[in-house]
T-cell receptor, first 109, second 112 residues
């Protein structure tokens, strides 16, 4: 099946810093989403982005489908950005999302 | 976007008992999915649940342990049967929509 690799596994930032999270995938994808899991375990959808670029406030994402990677940018990080960020994909044969192992982000004030 | 209400949000259960988790969607959805997230790990797909047919289970998950019901296009349940401490996890349901996938808020299960 399709493989999803996220990097870095852990990231520690000071408030106000910028960061880039990466997601590599091993096959063509029909769907790619970025999620933020907060400390209470809730999974928040950030972007549905199988290709192209999107922005939402301080967050933006870019997927280069032909090169099989996606990037999530966080600018001017805040303590509330802390948590685990997951990339998840489906390929053309699949229907369910397959998750990467996540990037754990810690933002300190 | 659709909203999926999941309950209970958390529970502490005795080993050997069963717990049923419910997910209610505020719109019709053809495909629903159940995931398990063990402590400190990523999400692992348990099964795919379509209305009117038996759920399709992933390798390592069996119907006797995780029976699933999908009586209509807005509702599904997952039962965790004969629980052991190794079943302590977050369980999440998900639905597939035109704009992507939405998740319930999760059930944090602790088995003692």
């Amino acid at each position: 099946g399709i493989q999803v690799e996220q990097s870095p596994p852990d990231l520690i930032l000071q408030e106000g810093a910028n960061s880039t999270l990466r997601c590599n995938f091993s096959d063509s994808v029909n769907n790619l989403q970025w999620f933020h899991q907060n400390p209470w375990g809730q999974l928040i959808n950030l972007f549905y982005i199988p290709s192209g670029t999107k922005q939402n406030g301080r967050l933006s994402a870019t997927t280069v489908a032909t090169e099989r990677y996606s990037l999530l940018y966080i600018s001017s990080s805040q303590t509330t950005d802390s948590g685990v960020y997951f990339c998840a994909v489906t390929n053309q044969a699949g229907t369910a999302l397959i998750f990467g192992k996540g990037t754990t982000l810690s933002v300190s004030s | 976007s659709a909203v999926i209400s999941q309950k209970p949000s958390r529970d502490i259960c005795q080993r050997g008992t069963s717990l049923t988790i419910q997910c209610q969607v505020d719109s019709q959805v053809t495909m629903m999915f159940w995931y398990r997230q063990q402590p400190g790990q990523s999400l692992t797909l348990i099964a795919t649940a379509n209305q009117g047919s038996e759920a399709t289970y992933e390798s390592g998950f069996v119907i006797d342990k995780f029976p699933i019901s999908r009586p209509n296009l807005t509702f599904s349940t997952l039962t965790v049967s004969n629980m052991s401490p190794e079943d302590s996890s977050i369980y999440l349901c998900s639905g597939q929509f035109n704009y992507g996938y939405t998740f319930g808020s999760g059930t944090r299960l602790t088995v003692v």
